[in-house]
């Protein structure tokens, strides 16, 4: 992964992985394995978003870099875990302090538009009312 992340020279990246980073199940915590293999890659190659799944809820972080919340205008990463199908997991309330955004008990799908300068997400429900959204806009690294 690193050597594919090392040649990219496009405006914005994102990563799928199942497992989340930051796990927001009640059941399960994967922080010293997952934490450990992967946010030190994405912070290092400044990945935008990171698209997770495996705990059957919504969650999105603020931006982060180095497990720590930063400015809109500063490089950091969005890691987001989203459900798509009928098994629910209670959430954890363990990333409270970098979470922007969780929910429970539901199903959702996404958009991504991406622009010169920005990438913009909704997250939706099944009566496809937007439940979240975010832009991120270019930065400096």
Known sequence: MASCLSKNRLPWVIAAVHQPAYSISKHRDTKEEYQKIFVPVFDRFSVDLVLQGHDHGYARTKKIKHHKPVGDDEPGTIYLISNSGPKFYPVSSRYDDIMEKTMSHDIWFHT??????????????????????????????
């Open 112 to 141: 991504i538009h991406i622009n010169e300068n920005s990438l913009s997400f909704k997250a939706f429900n099944l009566m496809r009312e937007v439940v979240d959204s975010f832009v991120l806009h270019e930065t400096a690294d």
